[in-house]
């Protein structure tokens, strides 16, 4: 029960529980009952899982609709706003920039407008100073009425814009007479205060009044022709026109009037210039002006002539409207342009060099604006644009929101599927492990049924029911083993072992089916492969133990060879006995071709394709292996080879009821080989045979000190005759393996001959039975020949025996030629025995001890002075009882004190063991009391005060190994600790106490 | 029925029904010649050391103020004696004796204490028997 447990730690939880919980009811099946509820935890917990997940899932699904829901809408909005702001942003920059344009054509115009009124105002300026010159400066005047006339008329080309110019001269009233006189005529008013009928400009010079006195007057004198009739007008009567008078003596410049009606019904502007008597300076006074005025020139403008022309001369005028208004009043007069006001008026200041006077020129596109399409349709496309993007990211977020909708779906399905997994995982490991309990005691009550006694049916049938438990057991075992692999919870072991002796001890398990069939069984294992490896030696049965027991399960006529080389051997020498050969098999049937099992291998075809790379694992102390398992059975049909190692696949339905098996074993061997860094591979071909070969990656031991090989045959000389070379070599292979020298033959005829030469006779003949058969002509010949000295250590004859053969019926050549037979398959071990009971020489012990691991351990512990610290006298009698048996000489003590005086230095005890809980002092005390004696000693060593009885010692430490029920990793702590070397499981163990011993032994034997 | 098949079958049945584990095995495996009473001598030492402890736990457990630490040394020596010997049953039981100790529950302590005993005296009545029939079958005169 120990055993189990502890090789079951690593178990689930459950199984744990149940070693834990011993004794609870003896029919595991009450507790398995007890035991399912847990079994359930993981589907409830996962469920809850499940459903978080879901909620989570769910809810974040539903947000997403959610935000959806407004989202649309304030996206839209959104896009309506940044639509329409570039709408209002372009037709605002298009508005300013029609506008900019407007201005700028209005004041084009506005400025040529003023350069013509200018020019004409210069020139009548030019005009007014002629007057001065020539009529007021020269006596007499060089001017009269006709010749102003004319000149006017001659230049009025430089006056576009004036219709017609006089000149009035200024007449104070004391000179009116003279005046009045020297003209011929009177001076008259501008306007009949009778006659209304001539609101603006002058009359008719016979229609007109007289001018009442006044203080001054200003009587035109000269006029242009067109104006002749304002001769004799005082300009001083009317209102517009005095106040010009008036303004322009005062101010030395030109002045305008209001706008006022022409005669031809137009708007026009009287200039007025003042004519002085003498040049004024430029700052002069008022008064000083109004003293030396002496007349004045008038021009009256067109302005609307004016302003047709001047546009006339620009482009465009056809898409502008211009008004120009005079404001020097409140309310504007309109001077030229159609009276409307629309929007989009563009205003422009207009100077026409008088100062008084203000106009304005206002200009407005005659064409409303047009419609900003290039806003409209580019805000229109950014809404479309901002839609489109809009719809992409949500159709986006929908398609992700989707995605992780399945993905988590998914998951969730996924980790329900593994939950199921695990759980059918426990499911197996549970339910496994509880029936085994129960069957064990079925199969010890049916044990104990047969020894009653019984009929021969009611024995056949116990021994079918125990059969059949038995087979349910070891079902039982591999899905355990199955479902402890697939939970990962597998663990190798990694001790130190011999493959030969494993490889012998599974041949020796199918000796007995072997022989039922007439099968031939053998193993070989290359040299190259080392003594003692370290690897799980349990796990590697386990494969070799399926492969062979699925080869016999298939095979009725043939071998079974199991081969083992280490991977360089078959890499550097691709070629080894591929077996395509027929006649150089192990039984001369042919087999598939091993080399195709391993073609597949990742192993192979890495190296392969990189032969110059040094081999991997070569570098370290790792060693990889091949081992093939051949047959010659019914093979694998090629439909099925693709799902060999499948678990519970078979062949077909029938396999399963002429064979039995459960198919598990090969899904099994796959995983362990996979956990072992191996491969595994087959060749099969159906009525031929099958190959299954596997890697695996092992490690080597260093303290090989032990070779094995008995001394006991060491220069025997041995000859093996087979005609098959494949079965010579493992016979020569287990020969090899005792330490006797052989050399192989294939043709006895040969040898004869050799031996009539008299070369060096060998001790021992090995001849197999189907080469005696087939050579029997002249093999008489051969044992006379060898028998012929008669001497007391004569050659000895070995028979190998093929179980296949009929035993009997040839049992009068061995009676004849006084054969040694030896039955196949050949063991180490049992062919040992079979020379010794040969030879003679048989060693008791060695006979004794049979089994090699235990020789090891006998070998180890013989003679060797060993105590035993137990206060438990029952233990203590046990441990020692199993020293005992490997040959050590034990002394008990059954309490720390009693160890610590026996191992005060110098004492003659080799290893010491030491159980832990003792009442008074605990083992960890006892252990580190010891050491503190020891220590001192080697200090007195060390200054050479060393008593007599410890020369040539130079340190003294006696292993100490602790015994401890609760073999767990913190006890081994301590042990280390309490400077133990290590620690023994209690009650012993073989395996392991053989482990502790050697550990320390072997290094002891290699520094001695 | 001959000694020697009940003999077979009475081991077969101390491993059937749980009594015995596999160390039984291993010490069986450890008597030959050299050492030939070698099972018979652990079993009387088991028995003998199993009675001792008993009747000292019995008495422990009978004190008013119990000793707990003390009751667990005793079992701890019925638990590593057994385990020797392979008692599979005594060992478990003083498996749930030591926890129980450790909780220091005297009433679970004498209850257990009483499946120990009961579970003893079982085991040493069959091994009686079987020292019995090994007497028988070595030869011996069943009543010596």
Not at chain 1, 558 to 567: D, K, M, S
Request: aromatic share 8%; proline share 4%; hydrophobic share 40%.
């Amino acid at each position: 029960m120990t055993v189990t447990a502890r090789g079951r730690s690593g178990g689930g939880a459950g199984m744990e529980e149940k070693c834990d919980a011993p004794g609870l009811g003896f029919l595991g099946l009450d507790r398995m009952r007890v035991l399912l509820p847990p079994l359930r935890l993981p589907e409830k917990l996962s469920a809850s899982r499940t459903l978080r997940t879901h909620l989570f899932t769910n809810y974040r699904m539903r947000k997403v609709r959610d935000s959806s829901r407004w989202l649309i809408p304030l996206w839209v909005s959104i896009w309506v706003f940044i639509a329409s702001l570039i709408y209002l942003r372009m037709s605002y920059q298009a508005v300013e920039k029609r506008r900019e344009l407007l201005a700028i054509m209005c004041d084009d115009r506005a400025r040529m407008l003023q350069d013509q009124l200018n020019v004409s105002m210069n020139h009548l300026q030019a005009l007014a100073i002629l007057v001065s010159t020539f009529h007021h400066s020269k006596t007499p005047s060089a001017i009269d009425q006709k010749t102003f006339a004319w000149y006017a008329e001659r230049t009025a080309f430089e006056r576009p814009l004036t219709s017609g110019v006089a000149y009035g001269v200024k007449v104070t009233h004391a000179e009116r007479e003279q005046f009045e006189r020297q003209q011929g005529w009177s001076i008259k008013k501008m306007y009949s205060s009778k006659t209304k009928k001539q609101s603006q400009g002058p009359g008719n010079a016979e229609d007109a009044e007289v001018r009442e006195p006044a203080e001054e007057y200003a009587p035109v004198i000269f006029a242009q022709d067109a104006y002749k009739h304002v001769i004799s007008f005082d300009l001083l009567s009317g209102a517009d026109d005095r106040d010009n008078v008036l303004r322009a003596r005062e101010s030395g410049k030109g002045v305008l009037t209001a706008p006022f009606k022409l005669l031809n019904n137009r708007l026009g502007v009287i200039s007025t210039y003042a004519v002085y008597k003498y040049e004024l300076p430029p700052n002069a006074r008022p008064q000083e002006r109004i003293q030396a005025a002496i007349g004045y020139l008038g021009g009256i403008f067109d302005i609307e002539a004016l302003v047709d022309k001047s546009l006339h001369q620009l482009a465009g005028k056809q898409s502008i409207m211009v008004n120009v208004y005079d404001t020097t009043n409140e309310k504007p007069i309109s001077m030229y342009g159609s009276n409307d006001t629309g929007s989009g008026m563009c205003k422009v200041t207009l100077n026409f060099g008088d100062p008084t006077r203000k106009h304005e020129m206002h200009c407005r596109f005659i064409q409303s604006p047009p419609w900003p399409w290039l806003a409209i349709t580019t805000s229109i496309g950014i809404f479309v644009i901002g839609l489109l993007v809009g719809y992409i990211i949500y159709a986006t977020a929908k398609r992700i929101a989707r995605v992780e909708d399945d993905f988590q779906e998914m998951s969730l399905l996924k980790k329900r599927a593994e939950d199921a997994d695990i759980a059918k995982s426990q499911f197996l490991a549970t339910v496994s492990h509880e029936i085994r309990t129960p069957m064990n005691g079925v199969l010890g009550m049916l044990q104990m049924l047969m020894d009653t006694d019984l009929d021969t049916t009611q024995q056949d049938y116990v021994r079918t029911a125990q059969a059949s438990g038995k087979a349910l057991v070891s079902l039982i075992n591999e899905v355990l083993d199955q479902a402890k692999i697939e939970s990962g919870k597998l663990e190798l072991e990694a001790v130190p072992f011999d493959l030969r002796t494993v490889c012998d001890d599974i041949l020796s398990l199918f000796c007995g089916k072997a022989q039922e069939k007439g099968l031939e069984l053998a193993v070989f294992v290359s040299d190259q492969v080392p003594q003692t490896l370290i690897g799980d030696p349990g796990r590697i049965r386990q494969i070799i133990t399926n492969l062979v027991g699925n080869s016999i399960k298939f095979t009725e006529k043939g071998h079974i060879y199991l081969t083992v080389h280490v991977v360089e051997e078959i890499m550097h020498c691709l070629e080894v006995e591929t077996g395509t050969q027929y006649a150089n098999t192990l039984s001369g049937y042919p087999v598939a071709n091993r080399k195709r099992s391993w073609e597949n291998f990742r192993l192979f075809s890495r190296e392969l394709n990189s032969s110059e790379m040094p081999f991997a694992t070569s570098a370290s102390d790792s060693i990889s292996l091949i081992i093939s398992v051949e047959d010659t059975g019914v093979g694998i049909p090629s439909d099925a080879q693709s799902r060999v190692f499948t678990p519970f696949m078979q062949v077909g339905p029938s396999i399963a009821r002429i064979h039995g098996g459960t198919g598990i074993g090969l899904s099994i061997s796959k995983c362990l080989v996979g956990l072992m860094k191996g491969e595994i591979g087959f060749a099969s071909k159906p009525q031929v045979g099958s190959t299954f070969t596997f890697t695996a990656v092992l490690t080597r031991a260093h303290s090989s000190v032990n070779e094995n090989k008995s001394s006991e045959f060491k220069g025997i000389n041995a000859l093996v005759v087979d005609h098959r070379p494949v079965r010579a070599k493992v016979t020569k292979y287990h020969l090899q393996r005792l330490g006797v020298h052989n050399e192989l033959t294939t043709d006895l005829d040969q040898y004869i001959s050799k031996i009539n030469c008299g070369s060096q006779i060998a001790k021992l003949v090995l001849i197999d039975k189907e080469t005696w058969l087939k050579e029997s002509h002249s093999l008489p010949l051969l044992v006379t020949k060898l028998r012929n000295k008669d001497q007391p250590d004569s050659t000895k004859l070995f028979l190998l025996e093929n179980p296949k053969s009929s035993v009997k019926s040839n049992s009068h050549i061995f009676r004849e030629y006084n054969l040694n037979v030896i039955m196949k398959p050949l063991r180490a071990s049992m062919l040992q025995v079979s020379l010794q009971r040969a030879l003679g020489g048989i060693d008791k012990l060695h006979c004794r001890n049979g089994v090699v691991g235990n020789s090891i351990l006998g070998s180890l512990l013989r003679k060797k002075q060993i105590i035993v610290v137990d206060d438990n006298i029952v233990n203590l009698k046990v441990a020692a009882g199993a020293l005992k048996k490997y040959g050590a000489e034990v002394t008990c003590a059954d309490s720390g004190k009693k160890a610590i005086t026996l191992l005060k230095p110098p004492h003659s005890f080799d290893a010491c063991f030491m159980d832990i809980q003792m009442p008074e002092m605990d083992g960890f005390e006892a252990t580190r009391r010891i050491r503190v004696m020891e220590r001192d000693l080697n200090e007195q060593i060390e200054r050479g005060e060393a008593p007599p009885e410890c020369a040539g010692v130079r340190q003294w430490r006696t292993p100490i190994l602790a015994m401890t029920a609760d073999v767990i990793q913190a006890t081994h702590e301590q042990c280390l600790k309490s400077e133990m070397d290590g620690y023994v499981s209690k009650p012993f163990e073989g395996e392991q106490l053989y482990r502790e011993v050697a550990r320390f032994f072997l290094n002891q034997d290699q520094v001695q | 029925m001959s000694a020697a098949n009940q003999l077979a079958a009475l081991i077969a049945n101390m491993f059937a029904t749980g009594l015995l584990d596999d160390q039984f095995q291993q010490l069986q495996m450890l008597q030959d010649p050299s050492a030939p009473n070698f099972v018979s001598e652990v079993v009387t030492l088991f028995c003998q050391d199993g009675e001792r402890i008993i009747g000292e736990l019995a008495k422990q457990l009978d004190k008013p103020s119990v000793d707990f630490d003390r009751v667990d040394a005793f079992v701890h020596q019925l638990k590593g004696s057994s385990a020797s010997v392979g008692a599979l049953k005594v060992k478990n039981t003083c498996i749930q004796f030591c926890e129980l100790c450790q909780q220091k529950s005297k009433d679970g302590c004498l209850k257990t204490l009483e499946t120990v005993r009961i579970n003893f005296y079982e085991l040493r009545g069959k091994f009686q028997t079987m020292l019995q029939l090994e007497r028988q079958v070595n030869g011996f005169p069943p009543n010596n």
